[in-house]
């Protein structure tokens, strides 16, 4: 509240200096050199991509089993998704897949950090300088997640083009409202993009190119920076709600639960098991009055908007199975014991 109120008295609701604090803080915590802070996650991976220079058929490579924004922002700067399955084991892209999906056309690959786990950064560097394309870090649920790299964690917006993150309020480092930030090593980039997301100008009405209207409200970047210096301690209060969980799941037949890569530090924004009985553990849960949801129930691929792409049923199929198997279970950092057990005692029954 402090926070909020010395905004509140300056009253300078737009690019006040909360928000180049938390960019900086945000850069850091990323290990990266520049933030540059915007609307939202959506604008992140927007800003991003438009840098870029796409052109009608440039193609984009993605994941299908992630938020609809990651495709929904290829598609809005004018490119064509390019969807390539999932790996089962971890939900995020595979490597194999994309080296499968490259073309004269490939422009850009986005990998997904799905849940807060980290997608083999290094392999997709290894093609993205073989087949010069841009990498964009779609790290909406993974900040501040990691990932060791020939001995060296390496941190989620890192090493990509750009990192994408989104502090929509139920993200692990969450706003009270819409906010994104883009991170980049590089400075011209982040020149660009800090020009493009007021209007395109540097100067005020001067436009050298078409931007948008994307930034950061100030009461927002207050918040965040408050929040921020507990980031790591929530991260790992999840971590241990997770290896309850996983422990506690041990052996039942009817239940996968998530798989961590030795090679990752897992931030777990969320606890996605998967079950062939997933309809009826959602309705138990809901009975119960446990929070639950299916991330996602619908693989992107197979979305009405994208239809003209030309993709059938079947063509991912672990995109698919995983869209009818997945169901996630409460894992925020202030879960109660004793409301943790409740789901363990529920969903043991349902799956043993
Ligand atoms: C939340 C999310 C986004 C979009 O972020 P917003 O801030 O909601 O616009 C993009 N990609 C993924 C994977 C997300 O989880």
């Not at 399955?85 to 997904?112: G, K, L, Y």
């Not at 779609?138 to 790299?149: K, L, S």
């Amino acid at each position: 509240m402090p926070a909020l109120m010395a905004v509140i008295e300056r009253q300078q609701f737009i690019m006040g200096e909360e928000v180049g604090r938390l960019e900086e803080a945000i850069a850091r915590l990323s290990a990266t050199r520049y933030g540059i802070a915007c609307a939202s996650g959506t604008d992140a991976l927007l800003l991003s991509l438009k840098v870029l220079e796409l052109r009608p058929g440039d193609e984009v490579i993605t994941t299908p089993f992630t938020f609809f924004a990651t495709a929904g922002a290829i598609w809005n700067v004018g490119a064509r998704p390019v969807f390539v399955d999932i790996d089962p084991v971890t939900f995020n892209m595979s490597v194999q897949a994309v080296e499968a999906a490259i073309t004269p056309r490939t422009r850009a690959v986005v990998p997904v950090h799905l849940y807060g786990q980290m997608a083999p950064m290094e392999d997709l560097l290894a093609l993205a300088k073989r087949h010069r394309f841009a990498l964009i870090e779609d790290a909406a649920q993974a900040i501040g997640a990691r990932r060791r790299i020939e001995g060296h964690w390496r941190m989620a917006g890192e090493l990509g083009t750009t990192g994408a993150f989104s502090f929509f309020p139920s993200k692990n480092l969450g706003a009270w409202g819409d906010g994104g930030m883009i991170v980049t090593q590089d400075a011209a980039l982040a020149d660009r993009l800090r020009t493009l997301r007021t209007h395109g100008g540097a100067k005020q009405y001067h436009h050298d190119e078409v931007g948008t209207n994307s930034r950061l409200d100030t009461l927002q970047a207050a918040v965040l920076m408050a929040k921020l210096p507990r980031l790591s301690a929530w991260s790992a209060a999840r971590r241990a709600h997770a290896e309850c969980y996983t422990a506690a799941f041990a052996g039942l037949g009817a239940l996968v639960p998530p798989a961590v890569d030795p090679a990752n530090e897992h931030i777990f924004h969320q606890y996605t098991i998967r079950t062939p009985r997933r309809d009826v553990l959602r309705q138990r849960l809901t009975e119960r009055g446990i929070g639950c949801a299916v991330y996602y129930p619908a693989p992107l691929h197979l979305q009405p908007c994208f239809r003209e792409l030309g993709y059938e049923p079947g063509a991912f199929p672990e995109a698919e199975r995983a869209a009818a198997e997945v169901i996630s279970l409460p894992i925020y950092p202030e879960l109660p014991g004793e409301a943790r057990d409740r789901v363990i005692e529920t969903v043991r029954k349902v799956c043993a």
